[in-house]
């Protein structure tokens, strides 16, 4: 007895669990990993809470806002106007565009500056957030072909094809059940 409480007490003693130290050197402890787990997706959606908050704007970022979005809408809208105008009055539409031409060049690198950051800044900020959802598409990747294979291999598998290959039902009840109704 003394000599086994001797063994115990060097593998287990001290408060200490020498064979489950030795485990998770080889395995990860799943209890541990659990917590792990569960304090990364607090954090996450205390991080996401905190990023969606609502928060009570004035009127001028409201404004300001909405002055952010007409841009594009009216270059758009405006170049559509222009189609237009050229085909309803091409008099008045010539008199316009020799105004424009007497536009100074210096005038017209200033527009296309202003432009180009407006709208290079957001292409770049449109560019990066695509890359971001092509990675998080490309992760699934392995899962969704997982899936697909899973779902093909039940599609091959017929009842009387297993019959065939030698399988029964009599580890299944309600199988074994189906398949004498059948008959």
Known sequence: MGLIERILGVVFGGGRNVVAETAEVFRV??????????????????QFGHEFAVVRRGWFDRFMDAMNRVPRPAMALGTMGLFVAAMVDPVWFAARMAGIALVPEPLWWLLGAIVSFYFGARHQAKGQEFQRDLAATMAAVPQVVKTVRDVHALRDVTPDEAEEQGESFADNPALAAWDAERR
């Open 29 to 46: 402890n799943a209890e541990a990993d659990a917590a792990r787990d569960h304090d990364l997706r607090s954090a996450a959606l205390t």
